[in-house]
């Protein structure tokens, strides 16, 4: 696209400000471990930083990228995998439940992309699964999603020999994403004492781009569904050209708060920033020049509190156009 019109310097100034990933609890709970990490509500003041959806290869903090960190996710999925893990190329090739009836085993590379230890030294690691092929490298198409692996382990021996053994195995229980990764997983307490992981997921094709929230609860050796699908990205800059009607860029920016209703589970606020932009009516579109275009601010704010099954839409208003 090569826009010279007011769209890029209103998505520039709307859509975003400041940018950056706070890691604080979603709720009053200091016995709780697993602490919120989500990006900051939108601020008021304009940057020139923008979120982009999530990567193909999804990101790990610093934090996670530490030499003490990899030694830690490394004797985990030794433990998880044993002879299967590659110390080479950092995953396993692994037979794994199939994900549609979770009773056939398949071949897939697995690869870590996220620990917890817990205050009574137990630990979570989450990995991500793609189909390997019979070369053993995974085969993942743009279209295919990353398949979600939860493993709960517990110290083996003294907690300083580094070694673990595996508790809970629940492998392939969700598809999330796409060219066969997961997205980015963030760790979230959804209410006081109900720790969770929030994955931003998304798909990118023929110029359009979707990003949406998944949001699990992790109990004892168990984790739950809670949402799989909440907007919170999209554009069809990829596909904007001359003669498309409107072109749009919508980016939500979320977090936790305690339920208004005081429920067990914090509400997810969103706040939305963005525009589109639509084609004057009436006028002639010559060839190689951009049309004269009408910008709309696209902005909003919602609120999704959870009743008993997921987090529904309780106020406000969801902008992001969906693809």
């Known amino acids: 696209?090569?826009?010279?019109?007011?769209?890029?310097?209103?998505?520039?100034?709307?859509?975003?400000?400041?940018?950056?990933?706070?890691?604080?609890?979603?709720?009053?709970?200091?016995?709780?471990?697993?602490?919120?990490?989500?990006?900051?509500?939108?601020?008021?003041?304009?940057?020139?930083?923008?979120?982009?959806?999530p990567a193909a290869t999804a990101p790990r903090t610093e934090a996670m990228n530490t030499p003490q960190a990899r030694e830690l996710e490394v004797g985990m999925m030794r433990a998880v995998f044993g002879k299967d893990y590659r110390s080479d190329s950092d995953d396993a090739l692994a037979d794994l439940s199939d994900p549609d009836n979770h009773v056939d085993k398949l071949s897939y590379v697995v690869s870590a992309i996220s620990h917890k230890l817990l205050p009574d030294g137990?630990?979570?690691?989450?990995?991500?699964?793609?189909?390997?092929?019979t070369e053993g490298t995974a085969e993942s198409a743009?279209?295919?999603?990353?398949?979600?692996?939860?493993?709960?382990?517990a110290p083996k021996?003294?907690?300083?020999?580094?070694q673990w053994q595996v508790v809970k195995r629940l492998e392939n229980i969700a598809t999330l994403g796409?060219?066969?990764?997961?997205?980015?997983?963030?760790?979230v307490m959804l209410g006081a004492n109900k720790p969770g992981l929030a994955?931003?997921?998304?798909?990118?094709?023929?110029?359009?781009?979707?990003t949406q929230l998944a949001l699990f609860e992790i109990g004892d050796g168990k984790v739950t569904a809670i949402d799989g699908g909440i907007d919170l990205y999209s554009d069809n800059m990829g596909a904007c050209g001359p003669d498309t009607d409107e072109?749009?860029?919508?980016?939500?920016?979320?977090?936790?708060?305690?339920?208004?209703?005081?429920?067990?589970?914090?509400?997810?606020l969103i706040d939305f920033k963005g525009a589109s932009e639509k084609i004057k009516p009436g006028v002639t579109i010559k060839p190689d020049q951009d049309p004269p275009r009408i910008a709309t601010p696209l902005n909003g704010h919602a609120r999704y509190g959870f009743d008993g099954k997921g987090y529904k839409l309780i106020e406000g208003k969801n902008t992001v156009p969906g693809v």
């Open 178 to 187: 796409s060219s066969g990764q997961l997205g980015e997983v963030h760790w």
């Open 122 to 133: 137990r630990a979570i690691l989450v990995a991500n699964a793609e189909t390997a092929n």
């Open 142 to 153: 743009h279209a295919s999603p990353g398949l979600l692996n939860v493993f709960f382990l």
């Open 1 to 53: 696209m090569n826009y010279r019109t007011p769209l890029v310097l209103l998505l520039v100034s709307a859509l975003l400000g400041a940018c950056s990933d706070k890691t604080a609890p979603a709720s009053a709970d200091p016995a709780a471990d697993v602490a919120a990490d989500v990006p900051a509500a939108a601020a008021d003041t304009a940057s020139t930083e923008h979120v982009p959806p």
């Open 247 to 268: 072109c749009w860029m919508v980016d939500g920016k979320w977090r936790f708060a305690p339920a208004r209703n005081g429920g067990a589970y914090d509400d997810l």
């Open 157 to 162: 021996g003294q907690p300083e020999d580094g």
């Open 199 to 210: 994955i931003r997921h998304g798909y990118t094709g023929q110029g359009y781009t979707i």
